[in-house]
């Protein structure tokens, strides 16, 4: 067999698996040798995004990003924007000249939106325009030049109030993706976008963590960039910098890296604050009939042990099932209750973006950890491929492709409580002792105090004497009023936990509660999760333990 159909095969394959499930911008250039694509055009990918957010007193941050210009120079003459308020009905429009000649692999520009005037908060349906001339003809685009799907409207909320967030907590993402992810099917936004995005949100970090076999030098590919650059050495080197800016929100490297679970199959995990690629093509599907993992979980964690002990190992979400179709074409798998167990691995990442079935199965999982004594941490993240406010995503390679709101960077979010100014290591200590809870909407916290000593989330209190626990539930008019909160009490020698429902007042926002409590004896936990409410839809927040006896 030749190189070229070897290569073209692999292609085929490759796409067919991924694209059932990539919440990316679409690539739309690659084509198979032979094969027409229904998703081709003789331009560069070019698309406008923003934050499905804005906290208040901030800007709104408009993204324009073009891709593979260098193929296909274009000239970009002005980008128009149109605000719309559903209830008032009234429209606001910016317009920004542009006048600019693009000939970059990928090129973007911030268009700043001024919140002082737009006339209320509150959702906004937001639709932009982009005339542009290439190949001598003058043309326009509305939300991007995808083909072939209907173009819906970006939707806006702009906040009233902040994050819901208590003294010393910051919010942020533990698993994105960025433009370091650049291959046949996808790509994601730079970092610095990453960052842009977050601080309108009202996030205060970011974790960077791109795939293993995206980030491997291109000597690896059998389809190699035009930059000769190892890939993870770029990236090293862009996150010291953005470190040396001392910016308002951190920017956390990691990886998310192809590891071979018990049987064999292609398993994902995030590695945290690594300096160190560590390898992982099983299912990267260069070569569709060679997915066996590089290296095995056990090998990974010796090799981050030897070469990062400051890095962190958790497991990506470990309850998601493959597609049969990448089951078989990239040996994708699961992690099993044994790979969950074994040593190495910090915590689990069960918040993926929207709260799923794999989500309540990982819980459930969880709890069962919690209750033999595994200090597991859990955490959260959107798993966004660089989108913020949709993410398009092709379904049939060189076919189709839609577009959704899931997956959006900072809508899955984990809170860490800081003892010193945010900072990479910082963000890793609080994750090493689990001072973490995660929500997709309201804040929660617990603490014991007593006249001896404070015990907070991730803590343990071998003894305290006569403890208040000590409650903050806070939510705002974005995620509705207070629902349910319980208190989960895990009583390790029974093997069981007992659940407390804390008295909430009716449409109330917030909750701060000092209560006496009688501490289990022996060892046990103590944990929170709080439910609101806004209409039809439901918001959760849930506390990793505060441990009592061990």
């Excluded at 020698?493 to 409590?517: C, D, F, H, M």
Aim: net charge positive; proline share 8%; with cysteine.
């Amino acid at each position: 067999m030749s190189v070229e159909m070897e290569n073209a095969m692999s292609a085929f394959w490759w796409c067919s698996a991924l694209a059932l499930l990539l919440p990316a911008y679409a690539e739309i250039h690659y084509r198979l040798p032979g094969l027409p694509s229904r998703l081709f055009r003789r331009e560069p990918e070019m698309l406008f995004d923003l934050p499905f957010r804005v906290d208040p007193g901030r800007p709104i941050p408009l993204f324009l990003l073009v891709k593979d210009a260098h193929r296909f120079p274009v000239h970009l003459k002005e980008a128009t924007v149109q605000l719309t308020h559903p209830e008032s009905g009234e429209q606001i429009r910016f317009t920004f000249p542009l006048n600019r000649e693009v000939r970059d692999p990928l090129w973007h520009r911030v268009l700043l939106l001024k919140r002082e005037k737009l006339p209320r908060s509150g959702d906004y349906t937001v639709w932009a325009w982009l005339e542009y001339r290439i190949g001598g003809r003058r043309r326009r685009l509305m939300q991007d030049n995808y083909p072939g799907r209907r173009k819906p409207p970006f939707h806006l909320h702009l906040g009233e109030d902040a994050l819901p967030a208590g003294s010393g907590w910051l919010w942020g993402d533990l698993h994105t993706h960025s433009s370091y992810t650049r291959d046949q099917l996808e790509f994601g936004a730079p970092p610095e976008l990453l960052a842009r995005n977050a601080e309108a949100l009202g996030l205060r970090f970011v974790a960077v963590t791109d795939h293993s076999y995206d980030l491997e030098p291109p000597s690896s590919e059998p389809f190699p960039p035009p930059d000769l650059q190892a890939p993870w050495a770029a990236f090293q080197k862009e996150m010291d910098e953005w470190a040396a800016r001392q910016s308002g929100v951190v920017l956390l490297r990691g990886e998310e890296v192809s590891a071979g679970n018990r049987e064999g199959r292609n398993v994902h995990a995030l590695m945290l604050g690594n300096r160190t690629l560590y390898p992982g093509r099983g299912d990267g599907g260069r070569h569709f009939w060679r997915n066996r993992p590089t290296l095995d979980l056990p090998r990974l964690h010796q090799r981050r042990r030897e070469d990062d002990p400051r890095a962190l190992l958790f497991a990506a979400h470990p309850l998601s099932r493959p597609p049969r179709s990448q089951q078989w074409v990239l040996n994708r798998g699961h992690w099993t209750g044994k790979d969950l167990d074994q040593q190495g691995i910090q915590g689990w990442q069960l918040l993926n973006g929207p709260l799923d079935q794999a989500f309540w199965e990982g819980l459930t999982l969880w709890k069962k950890a919690l209750l033999k004594g595994k200090q597991i941490v859990l955490i959260g993240g959107s798993d966004a491929h660089g989108n913020f406010n949709l993410f398009r995503q092709i379904t049939l390679p060189l076919l189709q492709l839609v577009c959704k709101p899931v997956h959006r960077l900072g809508e899955a979010r984990t809170g860490l409580r800081l003892l010193t100014p945010p900072s990479e290591s910082a963000l890793l200590e609080a994750l090493r002792q689990g001072r973490a809870i995660v929500s997709n909407g309201p804040f929660l916290s617990l603490h014991l105090a007593s006249k001896e000593r404070s015990v907070h989330i991730g803590e343990t209190a071998p003894t305290v004497n006569n403890p208040d626990l000590c409650i903050q539930a806070i939510s705002s008019r974005e995620f509705g009023t207070l629902s349910q909160l319980w208190l989960r009490i895990g009583l390790l020698a029974a093997g069981y936990e007992l659940s407390l429902p804390i008295p909430l007042q009716p449409n109330t926002y917030r909750l701060e509660q000092k209560r006496a409590v009688a501490l289990p004896q022996g060892k046990a936990y103590i944990r929170g999760e709080l439910v609101t409410r806004k209409g039809e839809q439901l918001f959760y927040c849930f506390t990793n333990p505060i441990w009592i006896g061990l």
